[in-house]
């Protein structure tokens, strides 16, 4: 008995020296802690918040597949066929799922992908 309660003792000293021990975050250190706590990425498109990424969400607009290789005459094409459809859509009053602005910039964002992949070393 006398074993268990000397055990327990030492044990409890233990504990004691190692909470004493333990070093005491400074008021910097936990505002560093915060300002470089990784946040996930925010994709905005457009005044929007997207759920994917930027290059899903312009590679949807185009109705293009992403990882196949297009050239330019493909993305183009792509382009004039979904002004077209996004042109049909408003003359008919119909709720569209992109604007033509979206176009545009996904326009500009897939040439800029296949411009960077064409020239990349």
Same mark, same amino acid.
């Given at each position: %008995?006398?074993?268990? @309660?000397?055990?327990?003792?030492?044990? @409890?000293?233990?504990?004691?020296?190692?909470?004493?021990?333990?070093?005491?975050?400074? !008021?910097? !250190?936990?505002?560093?802690?915060?300002?470089?706590?990784?946040?996930?990425?925010?994709?905005? +498109?457009? &005044?929007?918040?997207?759920?994917?990424?930027?290059?899903?969400?312009?590679?949807? @607009?185009?109705? %293009? $597949?992403? &990882?196949?290789?297009?050239?330019?005459?493909? @993305?183009?094409?792509?382009?004039?066929?979904?002004? +077209?459809?996004?042109?049909?859509?408003?003359? /008919? &009053?119909?709720?569209?799922?992109?604007? +033509?602005?979206?176009?545009?910039? /996904? $326009? +500009?964002?897939?040439?800029?992908?296949?411009?960077?992949?064409?020239?990349?070393?």
């Amino acid at each position: %008995m006398r074993v268990l @309660i000397f055990l327990l003792v030492v044990y @409890i000293i233990k504990l004691l020296i190692k909470e004493l021990n333990k070093p005491v975050d400074s !008021d910097v !250190d936990q505002i560093i802690n915060t300002i470089t706590e990784k946040k996930p990425v925010i994709y905005i +498109s457009n &005044g929007v918040e997207l759920k994917t990424t930027l290059k899903r969400h312009y590679f949807n @607009i185009l109705d %293009m $597949e992403n &990882g196949k290789v297009y050239d330019r005459e493909m @993305i183009l094409t792509q382009v004039q066929r979904q002004d +077209s459809y996004y042109q049909e859509d408003t003359n /008919a &009053g119909y709720k569209t799922r992109c604007t +033509s602005n979206d176009i545009l910039l /996904a $326009e +500009s964002y897939v040439m800029d992908n296949y411009n960077y992949l064409v020239y990349l070393n």
